[in-house]
């Protein structure tokens, strides 16, 4: 039988999907699993979205442009303009989802070989990017014990080398819902500056700052418009992760125009997800407003529950929709699995992240978990309740 790839067989496995087998049997044995593994939201997507899609009258669904449909283009930018980034229609590229768009930039602004630094814990994904462009990904460790903040500079520059060409951040933060503050943007900037390289962002959470506490964009630093390259996306913003339409945006025309090859080697990107995407553009503020507040709501019952369990680590993340915890267990991943496959509080039990998937550095996460908070109040409640239990009776417990 003909070999996989060497790069098939080094693709890492995602951990937010890869218990799902278990928590399939789980719910076949009767029991409720509540979902904190995905961030998939329970939010309603705006009815602008969906009645776009219902009223559509259209003979034929035609590719778009590979660039995207341009009348999109321009909503886009007077969205950002919102937010205080000034960009053209020239300077976007809308994919499919975020995913695609950080594809094309690792394979435009890096050669085999190359080195990205990113600070972990990272979303998962990043991984497998990296290794679907043959980059290597250069870790640098934020710890629980700061709420994940930024490295200092001087880790930074211990982990640059000659084959270093980026640094990514994900701004507020997935898995921690870490939110970068200016301070720590500015620091982003001057190594950038000093070492010429890239700077990718993904900033696909911007709407979701909690505290009084305020986003900032890489887009907004001075002097790096060339190093920039910013990636976003509807699916968490619209809560419409399944029209799958994200978005590259540099105002580096060299990278732009490279870009565009592998987006037209594509063809285009979904024409229906660009519709339904263009038709959000019209979403009130009201709807983030109130969305934000019931996130809030979630975010603070998750930490306070966590946090009164013994012997558990739960920081206050200030964005995004995601917790990362530490918990008194010997394996997050086997943790995860038992909770699935040998846990039950009343019939129900949890499905949860192993953090180890969101670290490069082997051995790390070990005792860490993601918790997306994306459930109603009275569902993570009892989640958090269910928790508790299980770690009471889980046979790995550290004491």
Known sequence: ???????????????????????????????????????????????????????LDVKVIEYSHSAGIHSYREKMCAYYKKHNIDVTPNDIIVTAGA??????????????????????PFYANYNGFATSAGVKVKPIISSIESGFALPPISEFEKAIGPNTKAIMVCNP????????????????????????????ADEVYREF??????????????????????FDSVS????????????MISRNREVMSTAMKFAQARLSPPSLGQIASEAAMETPESYFTEVIEEYRKRRDIVVEMMNNIEGVVCPNPKGAFYVTAKL?????????????EDFS?????????????????????KNEVRISY???????????????????????RIL
């Open 173 to 200: 933060n997935n898995p921690t819902g870490y939110l970068y503050s200016a301070e720590e943007l500015e620091v982003l900037r001057k190594i950038v500056i000093k070492y010429d390289l890239f700077l990718f």
């Open 99 to 120: 995913s695609e768009a950080i594809l094309f930039a690792v394979q435009t602004c890096l050669n085999p070989g190359d080195e990205i630094i990113i600070p972990e």
């Open 328 to 340: 008194p267990i010997d394996d997050a991943d086997r943790f995860c699995q038992w909770l699935l």
């Open 236 to 247: 968490k913003r619209y809560s419409a992760c399944g029209v799958r339409i994200g978005a």
């Open 345 to 365: 509080h009343e019939n129900q039990t949890v499905m949860l992240a192993p953090a180890t998937g969101f670290y490069s550095t082997p051995g790390a996460g």
């Open 374 to 396: 994306v459930l109603k109040v009275d569902d993570l409640k009892n989640a958090m309740i269910s928790l508790e239990h299980a770690l009471k009776e889980y046979p790995g």
């Open 209 to 230: 700052c909690y505290d009084g506490t305020v986003h900032h964009s890489v887009m907004n630093l001075e002097g790096i418009d060339d190093n920039v390259v910013l």
């Open 1 to 55: 039988m003909p070999k996989i790839s060497d790069k098939g067989r080094m693709m890492p496995e995602s951990p937010i999907r890869k218990l799902v087998p278990f928590a399939e049997k789980a719910k076949k044995a009767g029991r409720k699993v509540f979902h904190l593994n995905i961030g998939q939201p329970d939010i309603p997507t705006p009815q602008s979205m969906i009645d776009a899609m219902h009223n």
